[in-house]
Protein backbone atom coordinates (compact mmCIF):
# COMPACT_ATOMS: atom_id res chain seq x y z
CA UNK A 1 0.00 0.00 0.00
CA UNK A 2 1.54 3.16 -1.01
CA UNK A 3 1.96 5.93 1.86
CA UNK A 4 -0.84 8.52 -0.24
CA UNK A 5 -3.33 5.79 0.36
CA UNK A 6 -2.29 4.60 3.44
CA UNK A 7 -2.60 8.66 5.11
CA UNK A 8 -6.12 8.38 2.74
CA UNK A 9 -7.43 5.72 4.77
CA UNK A 10 -6.07 7.08 8.32
CA UNK A 11 -6.97 10.50 7.98
CA UNK A 12 -10.35 9.73 5.84
CA UNK A 13 -12.93 11.03 8.37
CA UNK A 14 -10.18 14.26 9.59
CA UNK A 15 -13.09 16.61 9.67
CA UNK A 16 -10.84 19.97 9.77
CA UNK A 17 -12.93 22.18 10.79
CA UNK A 18 -13.44 20.25 14.04
CA UNK A 19 -9.87 19.91 14.34
CA UNK A 20 -9.06 23.38 13.96
CA UNK A 21 -12.22 24.57 16.62
CA UNK A 22 -10.42 21.57 18.71
CA UNK A 23 -6.90 23.34 18.44
CA UNK A 24 -8.59 27.21 19.40
CA UNK A 25 -10.16 25.70 22.28
CA UNK A 26 -7.48 23.46 23.91
CA UNK A 27 -5.66 25.87 25.99
CA UNK A 28 -9.07 27.06 27.61
CA UNK A 29 -9.33 25.29 31.09
CA UNK A 30 -11.54 22.52 31.31
CA UNK A 31 -15.31 23.71 33.44
CA UNK A 32 -14.89 27.55 32.10
CA UNK A 33 -15.33 29.54 28.88
CA UNK A 34 -18.47 27.43 27.93
CA UNK A 35 -19.88 29.87 25.57
CA UNK A 36 -16.53 29.81 23.62
CA UNK A 37 -16.43 26.27 23.17
CA UNK A 38 -20.35 26.67 22.03
CA UNK A 39 -18.98 29.47 19.54
CA UNK A 40 -16.50 27.64 18.25
CA UNK A 41 -18.08 24.30 17.79
CA UNK A 42 -20.88 26.57 15.86
CA UNK A 43 -17.79 27.83 13.82
CA UNK A 44 -17.33 24.19 12.77
CA UNK A 45 -20.35 23.70 11.60
CA UNK A 46 -22.11 21.93 14.59
CA UNK A 47 -25.78 22.52 15.06
CA UNK A 48 -25.72 23.87 18.81
CA UNK A 49 -29.00 26.24 19.85
CA UNK A 50 -28.58 29.47 21.24
CA UNK A 51 -27.78 29.42 24.93
CA UNK A 52 -25.88 26.18 24.87
CA UNK A 53 -22.86 25.71 27.03
CA UNK A 54 -20.50 23.51 26.40
CA UNK A 55 -17.54 23.07 29.74
CA UNK A 56 -14.97 20.81 27.87
CA UNK A 57 -13.89 19.25 24.98
CA UNK A 58 -16.29 17.20 22.97
CA UNK A 59 -14.95 13.91 22.05
CA UNK A 60 -16.55 13.23 18.68
CA UNK A 61 -16.26 9.69 16.80
CA UNK A 62 -16.95 9.19 13.09
CA UNK A 63 -16.27 13.23 13.56
CA UNK A 64 -17.17 13.20 9.50
CA UNK A 65 -20.78 12.86 10.12
CA UNK A 66 -20.92 15.43 12.78
CA UNK A 67 -22.60 18.16 11.18
CA UNK A 68 -25.52 15.95 9.90
CA UNK A 69 -25.63 13.93 12.67
CA UNK A 70 -25.48 15.77 15.94
CA UNK A 71 -28.05 17.98 17.33
CA UNK A 72 -27.61 20.21 20.26
CA UNK A 73 -30.90 22.59 21.09
CA UNK A 74 -30.92 25.70 23.25
CA UNK A 75 -30.34 26.10 26.17
CA UNK A 76 -28.00 22.65 26.91
CA UNK A 77 -25.34 22.36 29.58
CA UNK A 78 -22.33 19.78 28.61
CA UNK A 79 -19.71 19.31 30.99
CA UNK A 80 -16.04 18.28 30.65
CA UNK A 81 -15.18 14.84 28.60
CA UNK A 82 -18.02 13.87 26.69
CA UNK A 83 -17.86 11.13 24.20
CA UNK A 84 -20.59 10.78 21.12
CA UNK A 85 -20.62 8.62 18.76
CA UNK A 86 -21.97 9.70 15.51
CA UNK A 87 -21.90 6.93 13.43
CA UNK A 88 -25.81 7.44 13.61
CA UNK A 89 -27.38 10.60 14.72
CA UNK A 90 -27.70 12.06 18.20
CA UNK A 91 -30.46 14.70 19.53
CA UNK A 92 -30.44 16.77 22.41
CA UNK A 93 -33.38 18.36 22.80
CA UNK A 94 -34.16 21.66 24.36
CA UNK A 95 -32.44 22.10 28.03
CA UNK A 96 -30.72 19.03 28.39
CA UNK A 97 -28.16 18.92 30.89
CA UNK A 98 -24.74 16.29 29.98
CA UNK A 99 -22.56 15.59 33.40
CA UNK A 100 -19.28 14.80 32.84
CA UNK A 101 -17.76 11.30 31.56
CA UNK A 102 -20.96 10.62 30.01
CA UNK A 103 -20.85 8.32 27.01
CA UNK A 104 -23.05 8.19 24.01
CA UNK A 105 -22.58 5.25 22.23
CA UNK A 106 -24.44 4.80 18.70
CA UNK A 107 -22.86 1.75 16.96
CA UNK A 108 -22.35 -1.67 17.91
CA UNK A 109 -21.31 -4.71 16.93
CA UNK A 110 -23.82 -7.99 15.13
CA UNK A 111 -22.11 -11.34 16.30
CA UNK A 112 -19.45 -12.63 13.94
CA UNK A 113 -17.90 -15.89 13.65
CA UNK A 114 -15.61 -17.81 16.36
CA UNK A 115 -12.47 -16.54 14.78
CA UNK A 116 -13.98 -12.65 15.20
CA UNK A 117 -16.67 -12.27 17.30
CA UNK A 118 -17.06 -8.19 16.43
CA UNK A 119 -19.03 -8.52 13.03
CA UNK A 120 -20.72 -5.98 11.07
CA UNK A 121 -21.20 -2.15 12.57
CA UNK A 122 -24.80 -1.79 13.23
CA UNK A 123 -25.80 2.10 13.74
CA UNK A 124 -29.02 3.27 15.54
CA UNK A 125 -29.73 6.57 17.05
CA UNK A 126 -29.59 8.16 20.54
CA UNK A 127 -32.05 10.90 21.35
CA UNK A 128 -32.08 12.69 24.74
CA UNK A 129 -35.66 14.91 24.69
CA UNK A 130 -36.22 17.90 26.26
CA UNK A 131 -35.33 18.61 29.81
CA UNK A 132 -33.61 15.46 30.52
CA UNK A 133 -30.66 14.75 32.70
CA UNK A 134 -27.92 12.76 32.07
CA UNK A 135 -25.62 12.59 35.29
CA UNK A 136 -22.08 12.16 35.12
CA UNK A 137 -20.03 8.95 34.40
CA UNK A 138 -23.98 7.69 32.78
CA UNK A 139 -23.66 5.25 29.42
CA UNK A 140 -26.39 5.34 26.65
CA UNK A 141 -26.25 2.31 24.16
CA UNK A 142 -27.40 2.62 20.50
CA UNK A 143 -30.82 3.35 19.62
CA UNK A 144 -32.15 4.44 22.97
CA UNK A 145 -34.52 7.36 23.47
CA UNK A 146 -34.49 9.01 27.07
CA UNK A 147 -37.60 10.79 27.45
CA UNK A 148 -38.36 14.28 28.37
CA UNK A 149 -37.62 15.48 32.28
CA UNK A 150 -36.38 11.97 32.94
CA UNK A 151 -33.45 11.44 35.17
CA UNK A 152 -30.47 9.02 34.23
CA UNK A 153 -28.22 8.44 37.27
CA UNK A 154 -24.91 8.61 37.75
CA UNK A 155 -23.07 6.12 36.31
CA UNK A 156 -25.82 4.26 34.89
CA UNK A 157 -25.99 2.11 31.52
CA UNK A 158 -29.33 2.75 29.41
CA UNK A 159 -29.86 -0.22 27.13
CA UNK A 160 -33.28 0.35 26.24
CA UNK A 161 -35.74 3.42 26.36
CA UNK A 162 -36.47 5.47 29.34
CA UNK A 163 -40.19 7.15 30.14
CA UNK A 164 -40.58 10.65 30.03
CA UNK A 165 -40.04 11.58 33.52
CA UNK A 166 -38.85 8.63 34.91
CA UNK A 167 -35.31 8.43 37.11
CA UNK A 168 -33.55 5.06 36.41
CA UNK A 169 -30.01 4.10 37.55
CA UNK A 170 -28.25 0.85 37.95
CA UNK A 171 -26.30 -1.68 34.90
CA UNK A 172 -28.30 -1.82 33.20
CA UNK A 173 -30.61 1.03 34.09
CA UNK A 174 -33.95 0.55 35.84
CA UNK A 175 -36.81 2.55 36.93
CA UNK A 176 -35.89 3.59 40.68
CA UNK A 177 -39.06 5.95 40.58
CA UNK A 178 -40.54 8.57 38.81
CA UNK A 179 -40.30 12.14 39.39
CA UNK A 180 -42.56 14.52 40.75
CA UNK A 181 -44.04 16.90 37.66
CA UNK A 182 -43.60 14.21 35.13
CA UNK A 183 -44.33 16.22 31.71
CA UNK A 184 -47.48 15.22 29.87
Known sequence: MKAAS???AELGGF???FGL???LISPLPTGMAGRLRAAA???C????????LIYGPLELAQVRFAHRNLRIGTRC??????FIDLAAPVTLGNGV???HHVVIVTSDHAFGPPEFRAGMVQALPVTIEDGAWIAAGAMLLPGVTVGRGAVVAAGAVVTRDVMPGALVGGVPAKLLRMLEGTPA
Open 45 to 52: GLHLGPQT
Open 97 to 99: SIG
Open 15 to 17: NLR
Open 77 to 82: FLNSHI
Open 21 to 23: ANL
Open 41 to 43: YRL
Open 6 to 8: IVR
